[in-house]
């Protein structure tokens, strides 16, 4: 009798040739019948294996080619390396069809609803709606998208995808740093618990500010500040300006240009990091206080003629790093004089059609005028006047909605073409002024590392506490002011001198380093072994191999080390070395993310409570990406874009230490024969093993490899998928759901490798 067929390898052949087979298919012999769907005659057959076999070998069957493999094929190469490629085929195909149909949904700008009955297809299908989100919805110049989500409890939370957020999503997915650590990245598409996703669409009236809401009627020249004429089209339209692109630039950045302050290669790093087309003016400090200026805005409120005057920044800053601003409608404009007089506005149409006018170069500051008499004033008036009078006598007029959106949607994002700038590390004191109700920093397992039961917290921090306090840091650093187990340790390096003389970087000087860091991958091929096999880690693997922080400007390769982080972790170590259980989880945590964070990406988003959500997203609602309410009376934490996103960090320090690790591990390497590795933990043989001992690789030193598992039987499907079997009997599922049959799981991996 022939061995029975393995069931996958089955399903996998009537898959090749053009059958659509059902969920519930189960092979039992080539004579069972199954009722499947016919790709090629396009109809439901009832057919057995035993005769796909006679069809397949008479020619009458030949691999099927769907009509749209070409687009699969170039979506697929699309994502290269990235999650989807370590994906099985039918995976990838789940997803990309569910990218076509909600692409499809979204376009008809109907509510509807995703539910997900079958867990093991909701990451492909959720991950074909978002990748469908920031196609479609750029698109949406008066629709907002609010997703209403439905966690396992019924507990409902918010996401908004409108033209703002979803502008930048892929800036934001396509962050290449491989190194990110659990608490560093902000909870905006976190939308992995569901059981069902509510799409709404909603109207949505894009003018927020960033655009001058009149256009130019008249030859008063005003480019300068923002201010332009349109064509029959709705489009910006200038016989002056070459530089098209300009006018489609955050108004705060063309401000700034225009007041020739900032240098090509600062403007060139301020356009990379705005992200928004407004931005709001309480961002100012940021922008003063990373390009060194003081800002003076003159705001002035239409509606009922008030004005205010605010700055931002440093006053002793030399004042040729001073700008003054005008925003008005919320559009920043350089403050400045228009050479243009009151007389002249009013009689624009007259002066410009006199023949003893047309030509004149003084026309605009003409002051009075009569037969044989004319007059001139010295100069202009104000900007704001100017504005004034040209809306009074209907030389601006409101842009029409076609005009606003058209404009409006022609923002994007900018990427620094420039080296940057470079500065000292300043880690601020944290100085939280809660509400009266609110006692304390809400910890979770973004500080501790794990979720602590809330009335053990108190514990957990003095334990931390006690640690820190026995460091020999400048200042005292108050754990209990901190939510991020990375923040603390930022500060606890910080005053403990880690970063001295140490610069942290932006713009392409910082990308060219971060080019250069060579991660760890993961192994893709499949792979099947049935001797006993050693899993083992390395304790504190990068740790083990910090150096030092490269002091200095760029390039580093013959600057001094900042020693004093290999000291720090070195005490830490020891410090977790003697912890209970809990304490040794988050000081682990620490150590880890302290070169991690060198790399960090962007911070995109702001996490902030407020009182009342509801009133908060009427006021800001096209810059919330998603919000949740916490009680009835609607407080809760919003997520909010940062318009302005400073990005400085120290790629060298991940270089250091990323450099030493490869070469450790290609040290290894060359020593036994690695058959799998996962980032700092490898599979070895035996008789590998013995010989690593025996040099003194193994134990529990930091620095040193130490079992995590012994198996004895092990399948890799790719990445980081694999099921094996552990020496005492028990089954081992890695990033495989333990509810995949393990005997399916390797027979397919076995497959795998011999259709190799």
């Known amino acids: 009798m022939p061995p029975k067929l393995d069931p996958e390898f089955v399903r996998q052949q009537f898959i ?73 085929h039918q995976e990838q195909r789940l997803q990309f069809k569910s990218k076509n149909k909600y692409i499809k949904l979204l376009k008809k700008k109907k509510d509807f609803t995703i539910e997900f009955n079958d867990y093991t297809k909701r990451d492909m299908i959720l991950a074909g709606f978002i990748e469908a989100a920031k196609i479609v919805i750029p698109s949406f110049t008066d629709t907002t998208v609010r997703l ?29 740093s491989a190194e990110r650590n659990h608490d560093t990245n902000e909870d905006v598409i976190d939308m992995w618990d569901l059981s069902q996703i509510d799409v709404e669409f909603m109207p949505y009236e894009p003018k927020f500010g960033g655009l001058f809401p009149f256009k130019n009627v008249s030859s008063i020249d005003l480019q300068k500040y923002g201010i332009y004429r349109y064509d029959s089209r709705s489009e910006l339209c200038e016989a002056n300006d070459n530089d098209s692109i300009e006018k489609y630039d955050s108004c ?172 000292k590390i300043h880690i601020a004191d944290k100085n939280y002024n809660f509400p009266s109700w609110y006692k304390r920093v809400n910890q979770t397992h973004k500080f501790f590392g794990y979720e602590p039961e809330i009335d053990e917290i108190p514990d957990r921090l003095n334990e931390l506490q006690a640690v820190i306090d026995s460091l020999p840091l400048r200042h005292h650093v108050d754990v209990s002011l901190y939510y991020k187990f990375s923040e603390l340790m930022q500060k606890v390096m910080y005053e403990y001198g880690c970063y001295d003389d140490v610069y942290e970087l932006s713009g392409t000087t910082a990308s060219r380093i971060r080019n250069q860091c060579v991660f760890p991958k993961h192994d893709k091929s499949p792979f099947y072994s049935n001797e006993k096999l050693y899993y ?55 150590m880890n993310s302290c070169w991690g964070y060198s790399i960090r990406r962007a911070k995109y988003f702001t996490h902030e409570y407020k009182s009342d959500i509801d009133k908060y997203i009427k006021e800001v609602g096209p810059y919330v ?68 001992l025996d040099m003194n690789y193994i134990g529990d030193s930091l620095g040193q490899f130490k079992i995590e598992h012994v198996f004895t039987e092990f399948a890799l499907r790719g990445g980081r998928q694999y099921v094996a079997t552990l020496e005492n009997g028990d089954k081992y599922h890695h990033c495989v759901k333990k509810d995949v049959d393990y005997d399916s799981f390797v027979n397919e991996v076995k497959n795998k490798i011999h259709s190799l």
């Not at 440093?314 to 003054?324: A, K, L």
């Not at 916490?630 to 940062?642: E, F, K, L, Q, T």
């Open 16 to 88: 090749k040739y053009g059958y659509r087979v059902p969920d519930d298919f189960k092979y039992t012999n080539n004579k069972a019948k199954y009722k499947m769907y016919d790709l090629v005659m396009k109809q439901y057959v009832t057919i057995t294996y035993q005769l796909l076999k006679q069809l397949i070998s008479r020619g009458n069957r030949v691999p099927y080619k769907p009509k749209n493999s070409d687009s699969f094929n170039k979506w697929l190469k699309k994502h290269g390396d990235d999650d989807v490629s370590r994906m099985n």
């Open 148 to 176: 209403t989500l439905l966690d396992s409890w019924g507990t409902p939370s918010y996401r908004f995808l409108n033209y703002n957020t979803v502008k930048f999503l892929d800036k934001y997915f396509r962050d290449s």
């Open 252 to 423: 705060i950045y063309h401000s700034i240009k225009v007041s020739q302050v900032l240098t090509d290669n600062e403007l060139s790093l301020l356009k990379s990091f705005i992200i928004t087309r407004y931005v709001p003016q309480k961002q100012l400090s940021d922008i003063a206080s990373t390009f060194n200026l003081f800002i003076k805005v003159h705001k002035i409120y239409p509606n009922n003629g008030k004005s205010s005057n605010n700055t931002y920044g440093d006053p002793s800053t030399p004042s040729s790093r001073h700008i003054e601003l005008l925003n008005i409608y919320n559009h920043y404009m350089f403050n400045d004089t228009v050479n243009v007089t009151e007389f002249y506005i009013k009689h624009i149409h007259e002066i410009d059609s006199d023949p003893l006018f047309i030509s004149h170069p003084r026309k605009t500051l003409l002051k009075r005028y009569s037969p044989g008499k004319t007059e001139y004033a010295k100069e202009g008036i104000s900007l704001s006047k100017c504005i004034r009078l040209m809306i009074k006598h209907e030389l601006l007029i409101p842009l029409s909605h076609e005009e606003f959106v058209s404009t409006f949607s022609k923002f994007n994002l900018s990427e620094c073409t420039t080296e940057g700038i470079s500065r």
């Open 536 to 590: 083992i880690d390395l304790n504190g693997a990068y740790m083990s191999c910090i150096e030092g922080i490269p002091t200095g400007y760029p390039p580093f390769s013959n600057s001094p080390m900042n020693t004093k982080i290999k000291s720090l972790i070195n005490e830490l170590y020891i410090a977790r070395s003697k912890a209970n259980p809990k304490l040794s989880k988050t000081l682990k945590f620490m």
């Open 625 to 692: 990406v998603g919000y949740k309410y916490i009680n009835d009376s609607g407080c809760g934490y919003v997520n909010v874009i940062n318009s302005f996103t400073p990005h400085f960090t120290i790629p060298q320090f991940a270089k250091s230490v990323l450099d030493t690790f490869n070469k450790k591990m290609n040290e290894i390497k060359s020593i036994v024969n690695v058959l799998y590795q996962n980032v700092d933990a490898i599979l070895i043989n035996e008789s590998d093993y013995k010989k690593l």
